[in-house]
């Protein structure tokens, strides 16, 4: 079926770019999540935290909006693939593979959950990679612009 061939990319790119604007939108338009933000990257050691923290904020919700539409997907995602590995291994990587880090349980028997580890981060990767290494598919600005998986041209 001609019109399902490069279908594939286009729920990676709809979810994971739907991901990073979610995630990031409190970095760039709220000012209490910009200022979690800025804190955060304060005590990971990051220089010029509250410069950088605009830079981060904004690459992940360009970033993902790029994906969404199929913009420059590659390029895209090589970007995001470095932001995710420097937070895994700056914050997360210390809590473990495990997104759900239980730490403990209330009175009432609720869990308690304390900082995720580096899994979630991976799967981003993994989408990433595979959208950096197979193209944008059908359905994107990168396929009407002509651009296809590293190295070839879309096909016509």
Same mark, same amino acid.
């Given at each position: +079926?001609?019109?399902?061939?490069?279908?594939?990319a286009l729920?990676?790119?709809l979810?994971?770019g739907?991901? +990073?604007?979610?995630?990031?939108?409190?970095?760039? /338009?709220?000012?209490? #999540?910009?200022?979690n933000?800025?804190?955060?990257?304060?005590?990971? &050691?990051?220089?010029?935290p509250?410069?950088?923290?605009?830079?981060?904020g $904004?690459? =992940?919700? @360009? %970033?993902?909006? +790029?994906?969404?539409? #199929? *913009? /420059?997907?590659?390029i @895209?995602s090589?970007v $995001?693939?470095?932001?995710?590995l420097?937070f *895994?291994?700056l914050?997360?990587?210390?809590?473990g /593979? !495990?997104?759900m !880090?239980?730490?403990g349980?209330? =009175?009432s028997?609720?869990l308690?959950?304390?900082?995720?580890?580096? =899994?979630?981060n991976?799967?981003?990767?993994?989408? $990433?990679?595979?959208?950096?290494? #197979? %193209?944008?598919?059908?359905?994107? @600005?990168?396929?009407?612009r &002509?651009? &296809?998986r590293? %190295?070839?041209?879309a096909?016509?």
């Amino acid at each position: +079926m001609a019109w399902t061939r490069g279908a594939w990319a286009l729920p990676l790119r709809l979810i994971f770019g739907f991901g +990073m604007m979610f995630h990031s939108f409190p970095k760039l /338009f709220s000012t209490e #999540g910009h200022a979690n933000f800025v804190g955060t990257l304060s005590g990971l &050691g990051i220089p010029a935290p509250a410069a950088t923290s605009w830079i981060f904020g $904004l690459v =992940e919700f @360009v %970033g993902g909006f +790029m994906l969404l539409i #199929g *913009a /420059f997907v590659t390029i @895209v995602s090589l970007v $995001l693939i470095v932001d995710l590995l420097l937070f *895994a291994v700056l914050m997360h990587g210390q809590y473990g /593979f !495990n997104f759900m !880090n239980i730490t403990g349980i209330t =009175e009432s028997g609720a869990l308690v959950f304390g900082m995720p580890g580096y =899994e979630v981060n991976l799967l981003y990767i993994a989408a $990433l990679l595979a959208l950096a290494i #197979g %193209g944008a598919g059908s359905y994107s @600005v990168d396929e009407r612009r &002509g651009v &296809g998986r590293i %190295g070839e041209p879309a096909a016509a």
